[in-house]
Nanobody, 127 residues
Framework: EVQLVESGGGSVQAGGSLRLSCTVS????????MGWYRQVPGKAREGIAT???????SYRGPAKGRFTVSKDNAKNTLYLDMNYLTPSDSGTYYC?????????????????????WGKGTLVTISS
């Protein structure tokens, strides 16, 4: 069973930055798709950013220009660098992985059917 463990969440003021990390128990170098998702209480989980096997990146609107998704295959770790944070960026951030393409949606933040999910890390942005 592949395990994903997020870290790096915390509380920062608006305008600040955070780097989230997601360490994976398996070899991610050939993973079809990995991504970051956010959920706030009372709302559905939403996609933030994804990165595919070829390092193609996709971002959901508000993340464009402020967030950067990357991965280090040697460390089996996925990252999300977040800059110019606003209170609306607050929430629990989850990383997810889909090792093999399953014929569903292409890799992108609109894709929610992933095989493995972490337990999340909380991000709180104060104004």
């Amino acid at each position: 069973e592949v395990q994903l463990v997020e870290s790096g969440g915390g509380s920062v003021q608006a305008g600040g930055s955070l780097r989230l990390s997601c360490t994976v128990s398996g070899d991610i170098s050939n993973y079809y798709c990995m991504g970051w998702y956010r959920q706030v209480p009372g709302k559905a989980r939403e996609g933030i950013a994804t990165i595919d096997k070829g390092d193609a990146r996709s971002y959901r609107g508000p993340a464009k220009g402020r967030f950067t998704v990357s991965k280090d295959n040697a460390k089996n770790t996925l990252y999300l660098d977040m800059n110019y944070l606003t209170p609306s960026d607050s929430g629990t951030y989850y990383c997810a992985a889909l090792p093999e393409f399953d014929g569903g949606a292409w890799c992108g933040p609109e894709r929610y059917t992933m095989d493995y999910w972490g337990k999340g890390t909380l991000v709180t942005i104060s104004s």
